[in-house]
């Protein structure tokens, strides 16, 4: 599992309140991934990380923001909550430049009220 | 643009046959193939992966792809099911030729079922 943790594991909010997902990874992997998965959409990229403080958006990045200061952490923050975000996070790694291979967290269960 | 189908939203298969889970893809150059799995309530789990070489290409657990570039598809192949091979079941693809973050893209998903 590449040493990845995501939490919260399950987390219940309402519309409107911020929230904050943080994936921690042991290895000191450069390339960091948020992914979003939803019933006939597969997986959706958020945003990614090349490096601390380097990041960049994905396909569905809008209402979402990351930090990266430390290479072992990736946080995504949904700035102001929707019930369009309701969802399962997933956070993935990639080990190296030419590493192809993505290994994936357990992932974040949300729930927008 | 590249984009990966999964035909089939669910495979029901009886244990101890062979299974086949389809998947196809578009891209303009040769692409990187990648299938995963996922069981209940956690992450993807990387199965296999053809990036160049022989077309077929063994993975983890008995499993097998092949890729087949005039019919432009990697369909995921096991000999023998398993009930314990029930599962969700996603092929992804990437341009190599992308740049940027190498982005992958991920079907919709396959749940394959398999009867005892």
């Known amino acids: 599992d590449a040493g990845i943790t995501q939490s919260p594991r399950h987390k219940v909010t309402e519309t409107g309140t911020p929230v904050t997902l943080r994936c921690h990874q042991t290895e000191n992997h450069r390339y960091m991934y948020w992914y979003r998965q939803d019933p006939g959409h597969g997986l959706r990229l958020i945003h990614y990380s090349y490096g601390v403080k380097d990041t960049d958006k994905g396909e569905v990045s809008d209402g979402y923001s990351v930090s990266r200061s430390k290479t072992e952490d990736f946080l995504l923050t949904l700035e102001s909550a929707t019930s369009s975000q309701t969802s399962v996070y997933f956070c993935?790694?990639?080990?190296?430049?030419?590493?192809?291979?993505?290994?994936f967290g357990p992932g974040t269960r949300l729930l927008v009220l | 643009a590249q984009s990966v189908a999964q035909p089939e939203d669910q495979v029901n298969v009886a244990e101890g046959n062979p299974l086949t889970v389809k998947c196809t893809y578009s891209v303009s150059g040769n692409p990187y193939l990648f299938w995963y799995v996922q069981y209940p309530n956690r992450g993807l789990q990387f199965l296999l992966k053809?990036?160049?070489?022989?077309?077929l290409v063994k993975g983890s657990y008995g499993f097998e792809a092949e890729f087949n570039k005039s019919q432009t598809s990697f369909h995921l192949k096991k000999p023998s099911a398993l009930v314990s091979d029930s599962a969700l079941y996603f092929c992804?693809?990437?341009?190599?030729?992308?740049?940027?973050?190498?982005?992958?893209?991920f079907g919709i998903g396959t749940k394959l079922q398999v009867i005892p």
């Open positions: 053809y990036i160049t070489g022989d077309n």
């Open positions: 992804a693809v990437r341009d190599p030729r992308g740049g940027g973050y190498q982005k992958v893209t």
């Open positions: 993935a790694i990639r080990k190296g430049q030419n590493e192809e291979t993505q290994y």
